[in-house]
């Protein structure tokens, strides 16, 4: 059974830091590509950011980018999330999933874990 | 950067016929894929490709896709369908980026 599983998600004040976990299990997961989608309380999807199945290459969301990293350790199948200079904005709920290549839909996701940035 | 445009929400009587659109500049192009979120709970695919459908989804999930419009049908709508749906592309004019239309509610009157 295909299983994504987050950890990591924690209040933390704004301006600060905190590193998400996805845990696979269930396929071969360096032939998956994966990414970040979050939702904050009561609105829509948004794409953070995508990282390839080798790890080699990586996106993120304008929103994002020069504050998170992603990276991945197929040794250990774990795709993991460094946020750094967090704001109330990126309070969400954050969910990984994988796709087997560009332009692929999001087969599977996780059941998310929450972040809120406040003091 | 691409935007896709979905209607907050959409209203149907049990076993009519449903229909969420997505509106996009020339998403006729583009391969859209369709999710459904329960509250709670992460979404899951219906529709991929514009038009396969996963394991487990019924033939009542369709979808169309022409010009700026793709739309999400979902025939002889049931309670259950009750909750919010989302389109997706990939933006391929921007680095890789992915892009979510901002999400359906449909309603089972």
């Known amino acids: 059974e295909v299983q994504l599983l987050e950890s990591g998600g924690d209040l933390v004040q704004p301006g600060g830091s905190l590193r998400l976990s996805c845990a696979a299990s269930?396929?071969?997961?360096?032939?998956?590509?994966m990414s970040w989608v979050r939702q904050a309380p009561g609105k829509g999807l948004e794409w953070v950011s995508s990282i390839s199945g080798s790890g080699v290459t990586t996106y993120y969301a304008d929103s994002v980018k020069g504050r998170y990293t992603i990276s991945r350790d197929n040794s250990k199948n774990t795709l993991y999330l460094q946020m750094n200079s967090l704001r109330a904005e990126d309070t969400a709920v954050y969910y990984c999933?994988?796709?087997?290549?560009?332009?692929?839909?999001?087969?599977?996701w996780g059941h998310g874990t929450m972040v809120t940035v406040s003091s | 950067s691409y935007v896709l445009t979905q209607p907050p929400s959409v209203s149907v009587a049990p076993g009519k016929t449903a229909r969420v659109t997505c509106g996009g500049n020339?998403?006729?192009?583009?391969?859209v894929h369709w999710y459904q979120q329960k509250p709670g709970q992460a979404p899951v695919v219906v529709i991929y490709?514009?038009?396969d459908r996963p394991s487990g989804i019924p033939e009542r999930f369709s979808d169309s896709n022409s010009g700026n419009t793709a739309t999400l049908t979902v025939s002889r709508v049931e309670a259950g369908d009750e909750t919010d749906y989302y389109c997706q592309v990939w933006d391929t004019s921007s680095d890789h980026h992915v892009v979510f239309g901002g999400g359906t509610k449909l309603t089972v009157l």
């Open positions: 490709y514009d038009s």
């Open positions: 020339n998403i006729g192009t583009k391969s």
């Open positions: 999933a994988n796709y087997p290549s560009s332009g692929a839909a999001f087969d599977m």
């Open positions: 269930g396929f071969i997961y360096s032939s998956y590509a």
